[in-house]
């Protein structure tokens, strides 16, 4: 296991969007794929389409893309093509894995959306039997670390010993972790970006005035991110 720390300013120009570190985690997932035909993609939690874009700038070769998640918001602003097909599907539920067939060609990738499943051994069992070979990024409890210490809450999300272990009951995987850090020019501008960037997955666990100590407190100035890069063969297909 490797470690890389990277850092980013919140008002270097070029970064100067609200998912920043999603887009910078789905370049590094596709950076990781080699070059191959591939017949079918199927992107689990696509998001806006972060994946998709990389695939594109990397000039892998593929048939179709089956792009799957839960918000129809997301799914309209995804880039949209012939070879894209869109699902509007919850991964934490059977039906969604109905819309994609297991193909021997298929390639199977999620980034920055397994941390939010609600029961990982399902949604694993389930994904593990749509494509041989899969390419996740998936964020660790260690993503704001000092700041649920600081507010002496727990982290919603799963620690990497809990990920890496429901993965090999349906894997052989390698895993790779890498550190990121997010620096602010005030901790005003930190707690905004929390709220807008969809890091949080929504979870509201302290009041307004909870919340106020709470940026008087915290040490740093910078967010920390922690993301659990895994290539995995499949144990429910044979290799092809």
Not at 44 to 59: A, P, Q
Not at 148 to 163: C, F, G, K, N, R
Not at 175 to 189: I, P, T
Not at 208 to 219: A, G, I, S
């Amino acid at each position: 296991m490797s470690t890389v720390i990277q850092e980013f300013s919140r008002f270097a120009h070029e970064y100067d969007t609200y998912n920043v570190i999603q887009a910078e985690v789905a370049k590094a997932l596709v950076e990781q794929l080699p070059p191959s035909h591939y017949t079918t993609l199927i992107d689990i939690g696509c998001g806006s389409g972060e994946v998709y874009k990389n695939l594109v700038k990397h000039d892998l070769s593929f048939e179709q893309v089956l792009v799957l998640d839960s918000s129809p918001e997301m799914l309209e602003i995804h880039p949209s093509s012939k070879k894209i097909k869109k699902i509007c599907a919850d991964f934490n539920k059977l039906q969604a894995f109905e819309h994609l067939p297991y193909r021997p060609g298929n390639l199977l990738l999620s980034s920055s959306a397994l941390q939010w499943s609600k029961d990982l051994d399902f949604t694993l069992s389930e994904i593990a039997k749509k494509s041989h070979l899969a390419y996740f990024a998936i964020f660790t409890s260690n993503t704001f670390k000092t700041l649920h210490e600081t507010a002496q809450i727990p982290s919603p999300i799963y620690p990497e010993s809990v990920l890496r272990e429901t993965i090999e009951k349906y894997y052989r995987a390698t895993f790779e972790v890498k550190k990121y850090k997010l620096h602010f020019e005030s901790v005003r501008e930190m707690f905004n970006y929390i709220k807008k960037s969809g890091v949080s997955g929504g979870e509201k666990q302290l009041c307004y005035r909870e919340t106020k100590q709470l940026m008087k407190r915290y040490p740093l100035d910078y967010l920390e991110f922690e993301v659990l890069f895994v290539k995995a063969t499949s144990l429910a297909h044979p290799a092809v």
